[in-house]
């Protein structure tokens, strides 16, 4: 039995559970192309260039557990990798394959356009190494089955993205047919011996501690089991605080949920459940500058238990060998109850009075509204800036979706990533959250939304600049060229499409448009929300003004 060395990849990509690829042609992948269209496993997609093609892919990989994205040599595949540094930091295995020069031009001297004008054509695998978990440079269609599936086994185990390169004289090439998938996607077995011993320090570290409280973490979207986490939560009866980046990862109607943990941005209540609790179980955070408002929401290591994807450390030691879905499986058949911190009640949340119909549109009145928006079927994709801090406030029902990037942080993902959800979860409502500046870096990826007649809602926080950066740190680089984002959906529809594009200066007027963005299911609705520029939420000018201070700190003088 044998396949082509595209077909096999196609097919390998079906088998894990695609149904779909993101792509840009070029000539090193057209035959790459033909050869995954004609296997037909998934439907191949098309992104307007290799940039927007690779946050789709992250954002669809968030949803799906998994995406690829297929690129040309060099021209492409250096455009992707700032989406790719995004798959590494946020822990979502994007399989990127690129297409490259024909073997016979490798070593040959022949200088080929899309590449850096000299004849070594290593250079982009070089540079891909650094941002995926595998690197696989493909020179025979014999040896091609065992590269790809090592890049495939690398980035589904390690949650990270991986790297193909396959010349464009090997794609259409004779290799042998795929077997079952099952060695792809099967978990290596746990370490028995460091996981009974991790338990039993984890019993210590309970039994010693009364007001323990579950931390929930960003990391654990990619332990695929963040449905595991009531029933931990059962068992311990204990206290659950989420970290703003995995905010809507444990159900917030839920007896045990107690709000975000930020530091001095917290929901209400929770910076004194945490840094009073006498033991922190956190599952899968990144304590960054900006999770730790600034190097400030700092945890006493004595009382915390850190459980990353891999491993844990507990009581100054550290177990490996052993998946955090194993770790949390067996903890929570075992694990002592430790009820002291649920006594703590749940602080309300500030409420938003409802605007009069006519009043002037408020950042407050817009989050007001695209709160009572969502319901437990919603994704919600909240781009960098204050997107983060409106959606971070909200109050959502249980099986509502947060999406944001706040380990990576960078502008634009957020338009094709919602692009990519909508894709890998059909099912949802998606609702986007994306400020101006934001949306300028990759706006033309909403004519990919009406190409694919996905509804997706687009609330383009139109606060004239990047708000953020300015009470950060101010200056005439935060002031932008404004748009008339709306009529832009004129532009993308030509002669066939069904996009929406609205406008919103009153309340009364953002109600009506999203009362016609949830009738317009053949396409994306715009709706530019007009708003002062002065006009943010309070968090966000407490929290920018902590970590402009941890970014101005005078170097160290020895
Ligand atoms: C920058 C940021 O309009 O949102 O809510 O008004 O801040 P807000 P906007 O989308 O502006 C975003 C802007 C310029 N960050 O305030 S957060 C620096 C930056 C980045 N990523 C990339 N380039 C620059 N985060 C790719």
């Excluded at 040959?108 to 004849?119: A, D, I, Y």
């Excluded at 007001?211 to 659950?240: N, Q």
Aim: proline letters at 5%.
């Amino acid at each position: 039995m044998t396949t082509t060395v595209g077909q096999y990849l196609s097919a390998r990509l079906g088998q894990i559970g695609l149904k779909h690829h993101f792509a840009v042609a070029g000539d090193f992948n057209l035959i790459l192309l033909d050869e995954l269209l004609a296997e037909g496993s998934t439907k191949q997609i098309y992104s307007c260039n290799e940039l927007n093609c690779g946050y789709s892919a992250e954002g669809y990989g968030r949803a799906n557990g998994a995406a690829a994205m297929i690129v040309t040599f060099s021209v492409g595949a250096l455009s992707a990798m700032n989406a790719i540094g995004s798959a590494y930091a946020e822990n979502v295995p994007v399989i990127l394959i690129s297409g490259a020069p024909n073997t016979n031009d490798h070593g040959s001297g022949h200088l080929l356009h899309h590449t850096l004008g000299n004849t070594n054509y290593g250079y982009q695998a070089e540079m891909m190494r650094h941002i995926t978990c595998a690197t696989e440079v493909i020179f025979s269609a014999e040896n091609a089955p065992h590269q790809i599936d090592n890049a495939i086994r690398a980035a589904l185990r390690e949650r990270k993205p991986a790297y193909i390169e396959i010349p464009c004289n090997l794609a259409n090439a004779a290799c042998a047919a795929p077997g079952p998938v099952s060695s792809l996607l099967s978990e290596p077995a746990a370490d028995q011996a460091s996981l009974e011993a991790a338990l039993e320090e984890t019993g210590r570290f309970l039994y010693a501690r009364d007001k323990v409280v579950l931390l929930v973490g960003s990391r654990m979207r990619a332990s695929g089991i963040i449905d595991l986490l009531p029933a931990l939560a059962d068992r311990m009866g204990c206290a659950v605080t989420v970290m703003a980046a995995a905010k809507g990862f444990f159900p917030e109607d839920h007896p045990a949920y107690r709000g975000v943990y930020w530091g001095e941005v917290s929901s209400p209540g929770a910076q004194d459940l945490i840094e009073g609790a006498d033991g922190v179980l956190c599952l899968g955070p990144i304590f960054n500058d900006y999770a730790t408002v600034g190097w400030r929401a700092t945890l006493n290591p004595e009382n915390t238990l850190l459980a990353d994807l891999q491993g844990i450390t507990v009581n100054g030691r550290v177990f490996e060998g052993f998946s955090i879905r194993q770790y949390v499986e067996a903890l929570t058949a075992r694990a002592p109850r430790r009820a002291g911190s649920a006594e703590t009640p749940r602080q309300p949340q500030p409420t938003i009075p409802t605007a009069a119909r006519d009043a002037r549109l408020t950042n407050d009145e817009m989050a007001r509204q695209i709160n009572a928006l969502i319901d437990s079927n919603t994704t919600l994709t909240a781009e960098t800036g204050d997107s983060w801090f409106n959606a971070v406030r909200m109050t959502l029902p249980g099986g509502a979706k947060v999406e944001s990037e706040m380990q990576w942080g960078s502008i634009g993902w957020s338009v094709p990533a919602a692009l990519g959800g909508a894709l890998a979860a059909p099912d949802r409502r998606h609702v986007l959250m994306v400020g101006d500046g934001s949306f300028q870096l990759t706006a033309q990826e909403v004519a990919q939304m009406v190409r694919y007649e996905l509804p997706i809602i687009i609330f383009l926080v139109n606060n004239h600049g990047y708000v953020i950066e300015i009470k950060i740190h101010d200056g005439p680089y935060n002031y932008i060229k404004n748009w008339d984002y709306a009529g832009l959906i004129t532009a993308f529809n030509a002669k066939d499409g069904h996009g929406l594009g609205l406008r919103a200066t009153t309340a009364g007027e953002l109600a009506g448009a999203i009362e016609q963005a949830k009738a317009n299911t053949n396409g994306p609705t715009l709706i530019e929300c007009d708003l002062d520029r002065s006009d943010c939420t309070e968090t966000l000018v407490k929290w920018g003004t902590k970590v402009a201070a941890a970014n101005g700190r005078p170097p160290k003088v020895n």
